[in-house]
């Protein structure tokens, strides 16, 4: 399938429209990279699970960008970004150094350490984005990616926190923590279940699963320890193999994505369902695919939260261009564009008190959907993301002693 991929985009790409010297790229002004940007083509590989952040994308950033400088945005879906990885990767040792298939890529975690360990991101130019001075990059959870330095390599479009969605005509009164749901899942067979990792939502829940039985996330910060991981994974299938059979379908299958987990949500076959964007849970309930008694929340004893960010693959053919993309995506505009509940509802990856006065007010008007939890009340209870060494290994021993 990359062959595949790869072929198709060699073939429609068109002629490099600017410069892919990245070293050339960073002596330049900003009004020299906007000049050699123009008329250029970027393809943006992201996930395309979501009809509102692709028609977001497609519709308002790619607008934007014809009218105002000439840029095709050609939006590529992809549901697994390690894929991609694996694709720029195989470009890299076929000798492909500036005629690469991807120009930009919306990644974090360990698809991002990976691209960082492999040298495949261009990295030390976010600095000559004008929009960048609207980035808090002294915030921690900005400046480091599932807990590696972002460096100049990426550029944040989002920040999210999980959150799960429940009908409370159906369930008045959800689990509140995790010890909770545990017991409700026991209680009420059938009506849970999470995607099979490595699914990225799929994987969040099992996170959560880990950090309560490591007793919080104080005991697993910092690098990946192999002695605590044995001792804390034992606990963890121990927990996930317990219920197993308590969940639908009696365990016997996960939903593959959770795209599968909305699915069963909305025909009422599942009581929860749980996302790491919950603006996802009002553009649904708008859609007519949920009720409108759908609610959302936080657990007490915490959710995960994180960054996700654009990154520009050390191969790309047009980093001008792709530059530009970025510098509308950190755009005050194009973050209260998307912040909007009818259009996607995520929350900004900039700080709004650096934006226009206008800017400030759009997003102070902005009224929370009656089915999304306000990001304040989950941030209450915000849990950090592990180093991507200990995803790798969750759900490597997911797939060994719980999904077998």
Partial sequence: ??????????????????????????????????????????????????DTINAYVSDYVAGRLKAEYGITLNRVPISDAAEIVNLILSEKEAGITDAGTVDLLWINGENFRSMKQGDLAYCGYTGLLPNDALVNWSNPAIANDFGVPVDGCEVPWNTVQFAFAYDSAVLPEPPGDMAALIDWIKANPGRFTYPAPPDFTGSAFLRHVFIYAAGGPQNLLGPFDQAKFDAVSARTWAILNEIEPFLWRKGATYPATVTQLNELFANGEVA????????????????????????????TDGTIGNTNYTLIPFNSPNKAAAMVVQNLLLSGEAQLEK???????????????????????????????????????????????????WLTAIEKGWAENVGN
Wanted: hydrophobic share 45%; net charge negative.
């Fill in 1 to 50: 399938m990359l062959r595949s991929l790869a072929a198709l985009f060699f073939l429609t790409t068109t002629a490099i429209a600017d410069t892919s010297d990245g070293e050339a790229l960073s002596k330049m002004t900003w009004d020299q990279i906007e000049a050699e940007a123009k008329g250029g083509t970027v393809n943006w590989f992201m996930w395309g699970g979501s």
């Fill in 339 to 389: 912040a909007k509940t009818e259009v996607w509802g995520a929350a900004p990856a900039i700080e709004i008190s650096r934006t226009a006065p206008d800017v400030q007010a759009g997003f102070a008007a902005i009224k929370t959907h009656p089915s999304v939890v306000p990001a304040t009340k989950l941030a209450e209870a915000a849990l950090p993301e592990l180093q991507a060494d």
């Fill in 272 to 299: 929860f369902s749980f996302n790491y964007d919950p603006a996802q849970f009002g553009l649904a309930v708008q859609a007519g695919t949920w009720p409108e008694t759908t609610r959302s929340y936080g657990l």
